[in-house]
T-cell receptor, first 109, second 113 residues
Framework: QKEVEQNSGPLSVPEGAIASLNCTYS??????FFWYRQYSGKSPELIMS????GDKEDGRFTAQLNKASQYVSLLIRDSQPSDSATYLC?????????FGTGTSLTVIP | DVKVTQSSRYLVKRTGEKVFLECVQD?????MFWYRQDPGLGLRLIYF???????EKGDIPEGYSVSREKKERFSLILESASTNQTSMYLC????????????FGSGTRLTVV
């Protein structure tokens, strides 16, 4: 079983819609969780981090964490074409850092 | 602005060449990492270092070595480049501890011909 699993997509949403990206992880001692955005041909860029159960909002982005279900998600409100990218979920257990393989998001104008 | 800088954005090398990929960070981070990223395979850890002169093998160290002589610099060495090492190479760094994410360099797209 992979440490971090994401649907590879592609996920397509119309401009202005909410994009929902999901991630599950296997290690119950995981401490912190991160979302990275990666444009084609570029390196990953950190966009959100979350450490506690519940929601964390930053502009159009909301990260949601449910440690009991070992589930973390990223919501992008009012999606824009510039949000089209691959989104990587990452988990820090304190000893190791694990990445999912990413979900490709396309926002259709 | 804090940075992780990789020396080359694109690199083309011949099979059998010795290849050096350089990474420098200005954030005083203890931890540094080298990954390669291939379509469908995600990020795969090659080597990492938690301190100067310290190195640990990651998941796919074969055919690679590393050097960390100074805290800010972590070099990846392909001893004898092969075509299956054609990939995007990403350097990253972070502060130790469970709350810290990685900062990535801009990546080096290496093609071995």
């Amino acid at each position: 079983q992979k440490e971090v699993e994401q649907n590879s997509g592609p996920l397509s949403v119309p401009e202005g819609a909410i994009a929902s990206l999901n991630c599950t992880y296997s290690d119950r001692v995981s401490q912190s969780f991160f979302w990275y955005r990666q444009y084609s041909g570029k390196s990953p860029e950190l966009i959100m981090s979350i450490y506690s159960n519940g929601d964390k909002e930053d502009g159009r982005f909301t990260a949601q964490l449910n440690k009991a279900s070992q589930y973390v998600s990223l919501l992008i409100r009012d999606s824009q074409p510039s949000d089209s990218a691959t989104y990587l979920c990452a988990v820090n257990t304190g000893n190791q850092f694990y990445f999912g393989t990413g979900t490709s998001l396309t926002v259709i104008p | 602005d804090v940075k992780v800088t990789q020396s080359s954005r694109y690199l083309v090398k011949r099979t059998g060449e010795k290849v050096f990929l350089e990474c420098v960070q200005d954030m005083d981070h203890e931890n540094m990492f080298w990954y390669r990223q291939d379509p469908g395979l995600g990020l795969r850890l090659i080597y990492f270092s938690y301190d100067v002169k310290m190195k640990e093998k990651g998941d796919i160290p074969e055919g690679y070595s590393v050097s960390r002589e100074k805290k800010e610099r972590f070099s990846l060495i392909l001893e004898s480049a092969s075509t299956n090492q054609t990939s995007m190479y990403l350097c990253a760094s972070n502060t130790p501890g469970r709350y810290y994410g990685y900062t990535f360099g801009s990546g080096t797209r290496l093609t071995v011909v």
